[in-house]
Every structure is written in structure tokens, then in C-alpha cells.
């Protein structure tokens, strides 16, 4: 089939799969007419205003915002990406590709998928492109410059809906090969965001200073769009050598990530899924393994099997990275108000904290639900010491070094007067921290009633989990963390400026001993309550009944 016959087709399958998608949303006739409104409205509104800046650029009495142009060429394609992906995902599950390839190409019936999912949008965008670049151009006094600002437009959208599209058919490629990735998929989705959100909020608090951003920024590819934009206008001179690279990008990129995007797909419609419940690299839980390797002759044979088992456990169905995932919450709620409030010279402390609750959560929270199919078994052939170390130890491996190394890296960056002394004891802190969660976790976790525990459903996968149904299992993390705080309290105290000045000059000594001292004491509370929570959780252990 030649190159227009294929476009052809490839319209007619996108238009079909958009009057398909338009039925079963069930848009209302009102609401489309609300939406051409408002694109209207946004189309005329942005087209006065990019005549109104383009003449005071002008006449010189203002200059392109280049950085936040940059900025703007690299967030719009990424929102717009992560939108083409899920709608790909969807068109491909209705998409009828066992009658389609019998009539066309794998790339026709790519090219309408990458048209259909692009269509909607392109629509809704087209209008305040060509409104911004008609009306830039007039006031700027160059027309050439409608022309290249379109071509831009239109050249990082084409290659944009592309790379959606394939990332999309990618994706199902490996969920077709990987039954761990099948049933995980979304669990990789919100770790995406939530990497997202962290990477915001650390831009949103000023651990990454807006110069670096920008400096980034410009030399990412799609800021080498805007350079194309602006080569017909007097002010895109300097730019011109990389707007002709992202002509270039274009060019080459849009055959090669058809064709990429081609065999990849034609992969997925030939291969037969996996079954997301096959289990893989299964392992005995005693063999000769890293952990066996490294702590063999330190730590008991049972006590290492309990952690091995729980490792082996988060690695098949990762309920732990559910848990952690209220730690947005506690950031939200806790770490931005404390900040605010007492400067950037708390932020290690306050992280070694959140790093510290997390690892709790994870590995501490729920040692009766993880144990429930074996439960009897567990019960009746180790000893509650074997238990509850072999559980601080599986959370304390994987803990200990985020919660030590995060604030020593906090304390070198916070920009704040740190010694040299405070960075080596919130190294220690951190660690100390991270044992005290994990063993008052457990102590709270192992109050769960073995009659409370219910089937449910692990969210985003489709594997389900025994569990308590309810408030309690919320009320039992509301306890870690409180406690938790209250350990951490004198550090935070102690790392005030309105607290460690005057009280350095009251007593006669550096501010250094102050916050030192602040540390030494929530190290010896978080001793201390580790202690006796171990000691708790022994005794809940041997006690344990089923009734």
C-alpha cells in the first residue's frame, strides 16, 4: 500500500475510533458547545495578547521571557504526553485489530491510532496557535513569523502524539512479556507521580533554585522548538542554528518513531499475554543468598528467614510501596508548615523523620496480615525474639540507608551554618530513627486481631491481601506517628535559631553543643522507646492467639 493510500486509512480508522470514543463518553450536545466556547474565548483572548506583547517587543519596551518559554515548551508536551498514553491505552483494548490487519497495514492502522488519539486535542489547541502566532506576527512586523511559530507548534505536537503513542504500545508490549509488570502496571504509574509530586515540591521550596531549572531547560530538544518558532522574528536570530536542529528532529523523528512504534505494536498483536498471576524466579527462602552471604555467623538462620520471606513477599506484591505512599500526606500537612516555619536548618531533621515513618509503615505496620496464610505455622516453630528481629531487620536493610544518608545529604545542601560535628550525628540520628520506627511498628502492628482480618483487594493490582477493613488500620499508623514525633520533638527544638541563640548564650556555650545535645537527647529517647516496644512486641508474639 503506498504512502497516501495509508493516510487515507489511517483517517478513516481515526475518525471512526473518535465518533466510537465521543457515543460511549456520552458527551451532552451543551457541554461540547460550553467547551468550542471556551476554546473560542481562550483563542481571542490569547491572540490580543500576543498582538499587544509582540508590539511592545517591538517598539523595545519589553523582551522574550526565553527561560520561561523553555519551560513552557517542556511542560505542555509532557502533560499532553502523559494524556496521549492513557488515551492509547484505551484505543487499544476496544480497537478491533484482528479484522483490521486483514485489510490494512500494521502502519496505516498505527498512523489512525496516532491520529485518533491526537485529534481531539489538536482541535482544542489549533485554535490559540493560530491565534497567538497571527497575532505575534502582526505586532511584531514580521509575518514570516506566524509561519515558523506553526511550524514549531505543529512539528512538537506531531512528534509529542508519537511518542505517547509508542511509549503506550511499549508498555503493553512488556506487560505482554512480564507477568510481574502486568500486574503491577498502575503501581508504576504512581510511583511515577509520586516522584513527580516530590520533584515539584522540592522545585516549590527552593531545593532546586530556579537558575538550575532554566539552564536545564534550554538545552532540552524541545526547547529547541521555541528557537523554531522565533527564527522568523528579529529576536530569534541567536537561536536559529538549534531551531534548525528541531526542524531537523522532526524530519528525522517522525519516520523513525513510526516505524519504531510499527514493529513494536505489530509485537503486541502477535504475542499472547502472560497471566498476571504466574509467578516467576521463585526462591527458597533458606538458600545461599546475598543476605545468606553477608550476615551468615551475625544473625540466626530463623531471624534471617523471617526477613528473607518479607523481602520475598514485597518483591511478588509490593503492599509496602502502598503504604509509603502516604508520605505526600505527611509533607503536605507536616514538612511544609515546619519549614516555613523554622528554615531550611530543619530540613534534615524533619526528612529523617518522613524517611524514618515511611520505613515503619513499610515493613512494620502489618506483621500479622503478611503472615496470615502461614500464621499457625509461624506461631508454632519460632520464638517471638526471632520474629520481631527478623522483621526489624527485613525493614531496618532496606530503611537504614535512605534515613541515614538523606539527611547527611540535607545537611551539606540546607545552606544553613551546619558543622561538620551536626552532620556525623544526624547520619546517626537517622539511622536510630529508622530502628525505632520499624520496632514501634510492629509493636503497634501486632495488636491486630487475627478474627479482624478480611480478604481485600491490593489497590492497582489485581491480587488481593488479608487485611483490617476500616479506620483501625489508619488509627494504628496515626500512633506511629505521633510517637514518632514526639521522639524526634528536642532535635526540632534544638535546630530553632529562635531556641539554639539564646540558649547557647545562656549558657555560656556554642550553638553547635545546643543542637548536638538536641540530637544526643531524641538519639536516647529513640533508644529508649525502642526498647521497650521490643520488649512489647516479644511478649504480643508468644501470647498470640487465633481465637
Known sequence: MNLSGGLRYGVQIARVETTRSRRQLGRSSTLRAL?????VVLAV??????????????DGQATLPLETLYLVAIGGPLALLVGFVQQTSSLMERLSTDHLLTTVSARTVVLGVVMAVSRRTAFRIAPTAVSVAVGFAAGTGSPATALTILVAVAGLFALTALVGVCLSVAIDLVTTRSPRFRRYKSVFVVIGFFLVLVGWSAVDVGLVTSGVLERLASVMPPAWFVDLGLVGSPAGQVGWLRGLGALALVVTGLPVLTGVTTVLATRVWETEPVSAAVLHRSRSLVGDGLAERLLAGHVSRPVLTVARKRWLQERRVPQALLLVGYLPLIVLFVLFPALVAG????????FAFLFATGTGFAFGMSPIPTEYSSLQMTLTTITGEQFVRGTILAGVAIGTPITTLAPL???????APVGSLDIVVLGLVGAVLSVCSVTVAVAIGMRVSYRELVPAPVPFTNTSMYAEIGRAGFVRMGYLLGLLGLVCLPAVFGYLPVVFEPGSTMIGVPSVVVRVGSLGLTTVLAVGVSMVTYRRAVRCFDQYTLS
Request: proline residues 3%.
Open 45 to 58: 483572548g490569547s491572540g490580543i495578547g500576543a498582538y499587544t506583547f509582540g508590539t511592545l517587543i517591538r
Open 409 to 415: 545529604l540535607l545537611a551539606t545542601r540546607a545552606g
Open 343 to 350: 528554615g531550611a536548618l530543619l530540613a534534615p531533621i524533619l
Open 35 to 39: 467547551i468550542a466556547v471556551v476554546v
